[in-house]
Nanobody, 115 residues
């Protein structure tokens, strides 16, 4: 079983950047497609990005508009999300997850973007 813990969130001004990290336990992390999802206040989970297990093929939601970059380091059991040009509407709790619907997600990390 893979367990996930996110970190790296915080308060940032509009236009700023953050790099989120996700630490995974277990030896099977490298076998999983991995995902980032988020939940803004009062809204449902929103899928943001997916990365394949080995060949680093990636996919992004239109809402990321080329501002976000997903990456992974299988040797370290780590997943990352680099977020640039942040907007106030990016304020949300961010989760790494084992599926696009947020299944198996960790406790999340809060990102707050101020104007």
């Amino acid at each position: 079983e893979v367990r996930l813990v996110e970190s790296g969130g915080g308060l940032v001004q509009s236009g700023g950047s953050l790099r989120l990290s996700c630490s995974a336990s277990g030896s099977t992390f490298r076998l999983y497609f991995m995902h980032w999802v988020r939940q803004a206040p009062g809204k449902g989970l929103e899928w943001l990005s997916t990365i394949a297990p080995y060949d680093n093929v990636t996919d992004y939601a239109d809402s990321t508009e080329g501002r976000f970059t997903i990456s992974r380091d299988n040797a370290k059991n780590m997943l990352y999300l680099q977020m640039n040009s942040l907007k106030t509407e990016d304020t949300a709790v961010y989760y790494c997850a084992l599926d696009r619907n947020g299944g198996g997600r960790g406790p999340g990390t809060q990102v707050t973007v101020s104007s």
